[in-house]
């Protein structure tokens, strides 16, 4: 009876850390957390909000503190990353040719998701400072 040979033992990689495409892949899934948080927050935030001044004044006290402040930049950069790859990934899905229509140009697709991104996220800047009532 023979045996089968078998491969020496490989060193492992590193796994996602080894590899940009796994690193940005595992990045990316892992900000569906920091959504989760994002929108824990948000909730908390209007729930305070509905509650009076003084849940108010304490939100703001809690979010304007420096830890506040460190992690809603980690979270605004966590969700920036998710919605930079979101729109990246998003352009390739419609350049598909169907029957006699050709496909939109992937670059054109991109910078008019881009454009759309910015103009949406300046129009809810506005809206909520309070700038156009």
Do not use: C
């Not at 491969?7 to 495409?21: F, I, Q, S, V």
């Not at 790859?85 to 140009?105: F, S, T, W």
Request: zero cysteines.
């Amino acid at each position: 009876m023979s045996s089968t040979p078998t491969l020496a033992a490989r060193e492992p990689d590193g796994w996602w850390t080894g590899h940009p495409r796994y690193r940005n892949y595992v990045l990316f899934a892992a900000t569906g957390i920091v959504l989760s948080i994002v929108n824990v927050i948000i909730l908390l935030t209007v729930s305070a909000a509905a509650q009076g001044a003084a849940a108010w004044a304490r939100v703001l006290g809690v979010l304007g503190s420096p830890l506040g402040l460190l992690v809603s930049a980690f979270l605004l950069l966590a969700t920036l990353f998710f919605a930079i790859r979101y729109l990246r990934v998003g352009a390739k899905i419609p350049a598909v040719r169907l029957g006699p229509i050709p496909a939109p140009n992937m670059t054109l697709v991109l910078v008019l998701q881009f454009v759309g991104f910015i103009t949406v996220s300046l129009a809810v800047i506005v809206a909520l400072s309070g700038i156009i009532v």
